[in-house]
């Protein structure tokens, strides 16, 4: 039994300290967005600024005129710097030039944070409250479970046997109505409750009467036993803050000409390597323009001599199309007259050969004697 007990307090022990943990992540994840909120108040973040913001600046340029500050609506960015630690250059649309030093709702912003971080403080203190009453309850109830002739609680009830699977507050709804209930308790682990609840009264006779009205009740088919705890839980100890112990805290050294020269120099450095990493961005995405445009040049001009080539090939197919359409038509025409002189010659066939009539003779006769005679005087004339 002893070793049973102290193995529930160390697991009590870890669930505490995880929880902790947890809200301290929780805590300076949010200190950490209050740091980048107070970064973008300050206007040491591009992100964080927009063309037509109202901020202030600190002028930058002749002796007359450095140092003085100037409010405005954000007319160009000077610098393409993502972050600077003396702020982001900015013109006006007045038209001064300067570095922001703040922005024209950085009160209410920082009052905001200021509202955040109190906000996240009680919370963990309210989660570290609850981690610590029921971390007690538990280590009581096991401390407690092995000793004999120990004494009862006067004004908590222990109720066992509650169903697992039932919400938690259909389990604390158990002890609606009942008279002098001041609060229930449902221990949970890992987003579940353990299957049992502590409910305080105002007195002995309200707890017999939660006895009386909650033992072998039935709930989610298991039987409730209740019964008085094995103690009272015990009123939590402030923490003791007075105005002397907090002026008795030590205060930080004050920092020597050399420390402070170091650190000067070393925000030089930073500024420095700053502005230059603001150069070679700049120059980077110079570079990354002039080979978009050289890029764009040599796609216009594939582009062009692509369309040439179309077009050519389009003329090219158009002469072979109508040199085709012309050979086409010479074979029809050919074919065409092969067949007129076929149908010509067969119709002579089938009229058969020519015969002249019998009084057509002499006139032949005449005209091949015309013909005679012509020839000879053709050949006199000749000779």
């Known amino acids: 039994m002893r070793a049973r007990t102290s193995l529930s307090s160390q697991a009590c022990a870890r669930r505490v300290v995880q929880r902790r943990r947890r809200c301290i992540r929780r805590l300076t994840g949010r200190h950490d967005a209050i740091a980048d909120d107070d970064d973008a108040r300050t206007g040491r973040r591009r992100d964080a600024l927009a063309l037509g913001d109202v901020v202030?600046?600190?002028?930058?340029?002749t002796a007359a005129v450095n140092g003085a500050t100037v409010t405005g609506a954000i007319a160009d960015f000077v610098t393409n710097a993502s972050f600077h630690a003396d702020g982001i250059k900015v013109r006006l649309e007045c038209g001064a030039i300067g570095r922001v030093s703040r922005r024209a709702d950085a009160p209410a912003a920082a009052r905001a944070s200021d509202e955040n971080s109190v906000e996240v403080e009680d919370e963990v203190e309210e989660e570290e409250e609850e981690d610590e009453s029921s971390a007690e309850s538990i280590e009581r109830v096991?401390?407690?479970s092995g000793t004999s002739g120990a004494g009862r609680a006067v004004r908590t009830a222990h109720v066992s046997g509650v169903s697992k699977s039932a919400d938690a507050s259909t389990a604390k709804s158990l002890a609606d109505g009942l008279k002098g209930v001041k609060r229930v308790r449902l221990p949970t682990r890992a987003g579940a409750h353990m299957g049992y609840m502590f409910i305080?009264?105002?007195d002995a006779d309200a707890l017999r009467g939660v006895v009386e009205a909650l033992n072998g009740v039935e709930f989610?088919?298991?039987?409730?036993?209740v019964e008085p705890a094995k103690e009272d839980p015990r009123p939590?100890?402030?923490k003791k803050t007075t105005a002397t112990a907090s002026k008795q805290k030590p205060?930080?050294?004050?920092?020597t000409r050399s420390e402070l020269e170091a650190e000067n120099k070393e925000r030089r450095i930073l500024e420095a390597r700053a502005q230059m990493e603001a150069d070679a961005l700049l120059e980077l995405e110079r570079a990354k323009r002039r080979r978009e445009r050289e890029l764009e040049r040599k796609e216009r001009e594939l582009q062009s001599q692509r369309e040439l080539e179309m077009e050519r090939e389009r003329r090219a197919k158009a002469v072979l199309e109508r040199r085709a359409a012309a050979s086409k038509a010479r074979a029809e025409r050919a074919r065409?007259?092969?067949?007129?002189?076929?149908?010509?010659?067969?119709?002579?066939?089938a009229l058969g050969d020519i015969r002249l009539d019998a009084s057509w003779r002499a006139r032949v006769d005449e005209l091949r004697?015309?013909?005679d005679r012509l020839r000879v005087d053709a050949d006199a004339h000749v000779e």
């Open 236 to 238: 939590k100890e402030k």
């Open 200 to 202: 305080e009264c105002d």
């Open 369 to 371: 004697a015309s013909l």
């Open 56 to 61: 202030e600046i600190k002028v930058v340029g």
């Open 220 to 225: 989610e088919g298991k039987r409730l036993n």
């Open 142 to 144: 096991a401390s407690s």
């Open 251 to 255: 205060q930080k050294p004050k920092k």
């Open 336 to 349: 065409a007259q092969t067949e007129a002189r076929e149908a010509r010659a067969a119709a002579a066939a």
